[in-house]
């Protein structure tokens, strides 16, 4: 049978929609207007300001022109703002960013767990610039014009924004940028990289390569001789192994209160170059150790807050899920001179089948990923717990967790905002549940 070619009928173009009034942001720092079609989402709008946009998707809109702007609103010093997807409150005054972040918990608390702390703390803060000590940067290699881009990706974009200098990189990491990309640029490795990172450790800085391949002779003379010249280590990252470049190279390390602590440059460390220390020395108050105290630490790392809560006197069970870091807090705690019981568990498992999980303990501490702790809150519900400091860098799961914890006769007493991403929407929260 013949076909027929009937031309698709053309969508009509979005019309821009203008004078919008922006009456609120949503917990990514976005702008919130009511429009015919239902409320839209705006990056870049502040609250009482009237703007122009243009609709592009079911729930956002881009905005094209502030015609009435707040007087919260600032000139983005980056020169990289309008394009780099990662620094996405810049154009907040810092005040209102601190101000907003305490609002959105506040927020999540009441709607999600019909919870109020008692007492807010005042937001501990830090440098706001400078101040991020590790970075990811995406690679990509143009085998065509042989050329290498390296930078952060775009906003809602796979495409990379080349950099040269960042404003809330640690200035040790935002000196290497522009050295590293043309030492790497000249590597026959530039072809197989994944992607970089930039770390900032106490004995001095470090770039992850992420590589497909084993390094030619070649380049592991040129990147040995960029690690001599700009005093940095380079690690290499395979598929399942992370291995040094120079084999005399020891464990990177990185501070907590009253010890430094090695790990691996794969592991997981806080942000914040300064405020990293000032939330473990928070966390340790309010838990008010008292001597030979059961402390269950959950999600515990290479050892952020267990090492200082073992010197502080208490008999910490540490528990983690990955097998190399709890191996890493056994020696940073034997290297510090305490007893630590630590164990690798799936914390999303039942506690009974472990040997740890039938102990009695009279306090918790867990600071757990963005998905939250659900199972494990459940868990520490059953037992006799009863003071719970949560540190979340996620708002809404740790209010479904406090919902929880409500539920089983646990008070909110102290919450406080920890500016641990200044210039981005992010949050990092502590808080503080006693059960009554």
């Known amino acids: ?45 502040l609250p009482g300001e009237t703007v122009d946009v243009i609709v592009d998707g079911k729930y956002t809109a881009t905005l094209l022109k502030v015609i009435k702007p707040s007087a919260q609103r600032l000139k983005p010093p980056c020169g990289y703002y309008e394009s780099c997807g ?80 960042c404003l809330t990189l640690a200035q040790p990491l935002n000196k290497l940028l522009k050295p590293l990309r043309d030492a790497l640029a000249k590597l026959a490795l530039a072809k197989h990289l994944g992607h970089v ?83 473990v020395a928070q966390a340790l108050a309010w838990l008010d150790i008292q001597a030979d105290e059961r402390v269950l630490e959950l999600f515990a790392g290479s050892g952020h807050f267990t090492i200082p809560l073992a010197q502080a006197g208490a008999k910490v069970t540490a528990i983690e899920g990955v097998t190399s870091m709890v191996e890493q807090l056994q020696q940073n705690a034997t290297v510090n001179g305490v007893e630590v019981d630590a164990f690798c568990a799936n914390l999303e498992q039942p506690w009974p089948q472990q040997s740890w999980g039938a102990t009695n303990y009279s306090k918790a501490l867990l600071d757990p990923a963005r998905a939250g702790a659900a199972n494990a809150v459940q868990e520490i519900v059953k037992r006799d717990i009863q003071r719970v400091v949560y540190v979340s860098c996620a708002p809404d799961t740790l209010a479904r967790d406090a919902a929880t914890l409500k539920a089983h006769g646990y008070v909110l007493k102290r919450a406080q905002v920890i500016d641990m991403f200044p210039q981005t929407h992010h949050i990092e929260v502590i808080t503080l549940f006693e059960r009554e």
Request: aromatic share 8%; glycine share 4%.
């Open 1 to 45: 049978m013949a076909q027929i070619y009937k031309p698709q009928p053309r969508q009509a173009k979005n019309k821009p929609l203008l004078a919008q009034t922006v009456v609120g942001l949503d917990h990514q720092g976005r702008g919130i207007i009511r429009t015919p079609q239902g409320v839209r989402f705006v990056a870049n709008a």
């Open 86 to 165: 990662g620094c996405d409150f810049q154009h907040v005054d810092l005040a209102a960013q601190v101000a907003h972040k305490q609002q959105t918990v506040q927020e999540m608390l009441s709607k999600f767990a019909s919870m109020e702390a008692q007492t807010w703390f005042a937001p501990l803060q830090a440098d706001a610039w400078h101040y991020r000590r590790r970075a990811r940067l995406a690679v990509h290699y143009d085998r065509k014009r042989q050329q290498l881009t390296l930078g952060f990706r775009a906003a809602q974009s796979k495409r990379i924004v080349a950099i040269d200098s």
């Open 197 to 279: 990172e930039l770390i900032e450790f106490a004995q001095q800085p470090a770039v992850l390569l992420r590589v497909a391949t084993r390094l030619e002779d070649t380049d592991k003379s040129q990147l040995e001789a960029f690690a001599q010249a700009h005093n940095v280590a380079v690690w290499l990252a395979y598929e399942h192994t992370v291995e040094p470049l120079m084999a005399t190279q020891a464990l990177p390390q990185y501070g907590t209160v009253g010890a430094l602590l090695s790990c691996q440059p794969t592991d997981f460390i806080q942000s914040h170059r300064q405020l990293s220390q000032t939330m």
